[in-house]
């Protein structure tokens, strides 16, 4: 049974705070996506990587970074957090065979 | 840019009744994923669809590729208050690096 996790189901932090989201992926994909989710604007992907060590910009990557030390963890980092950085924070691992992509549960930030 | 525009934006119906979802782009995409995401938790992949004029089938749902690559349509039968949740569409484009995603249809099914 496939299984990506993340690091916290929910998360509160101040604004300013450098926040760490985590996720981990078991099978063996070497493509790692991350997305945030708003209402009325779907999933917008922030980073993307192919292979350990490689990250690629999404299409909102301002203020958040990424860390790929080993395959099966992708690491989402806001350096400062503001509050317009709430959000719903899904990870996603992808096969590269069929493309399907398997979600983490997501991370709930709010930044106060 | 690829977009996907997907309608409604909302539906809410009654256990029982059928009804029809649908994925919209002026792009053509390789193949065309549709996902089922219920409250706090990630979305789940339903159905891949690949070639042009497709049919799948999952038990009640009846999805569908357009013949152009262009577009997409989710049928449910017999909605069950199970089948409550956000339906996201998502393009491929032909690499298979770049995917695109519906802001989705958000589904109440009542009983």
């Known amino acids: 049974d496939v299984k990506v996790t993340q690091s916290s189901r929910y998360l509160v932090k101040r604004t300013g705070e450098k926040v760490f989201l985590e996720c981990v992926q078991d099978m063996d994909h070497e493509n790692m996506f991350w997305y945030r989710q708003d209402p009325g604007l779907g999933l917008r992907l922030i980073y993307f990587?192919?292979?350990?060590?490689?990250?690629e910009k999404g299409d909102i990557p301002e203020g958040y970074s990424v860390s790929r030390e080993k395959k099966e963890r992708f690491s989402l980092i806001l350096e400062s957090a503001s509050t317009n950085q709430t959000s719903m924070y899904l990870c996603?691992?992808?096969?590269?065979?069929?493309?399907?992509?398997?979600f983490g549960p997501g991370t709930r930030l709010t930044v106060t | 840019t690829q977009l996907l525009e997907q309608s409604p934006q909302f539906l809410s119906i009654q256990e029982g009744e059928n009804l029809t979802v649908y994925c919209n782009s002026s792009?053509?995409?390789?193949?065309l994923q549709w996902y089922r995401q219920e409250p706090g938790e990630g979305p789940v992949l339903l159905v891949t669809?690949?070639?042009?004029?497709e049919v799948k089938k999952l038990k009640r749902l009846t999805f569908q590729f357009g013949d152009a690559r262009k577009d997409s349509s989710l049928h449910i039968t017999a909605a069950q208050p199970g089948d409550t949740g956000l339906y996201l569409c998502a393009g491929i484009d032909n690499y298979g690096q770049n995917f695109v995603f519906g802001p989705g249809t958000r589904l109440s099914v009542l009983p």
């Open positions: 792009s053509v995409f390789s193949s």
């Open positions: 990587s192919y292979d350990v060590k490689m990250k």
């Open positions: 669809v690949v070639t042009g004029g």
């Open positions: 996603a691992s992808i096969s590269g065979e069929t493309y399907e992509q398997y």
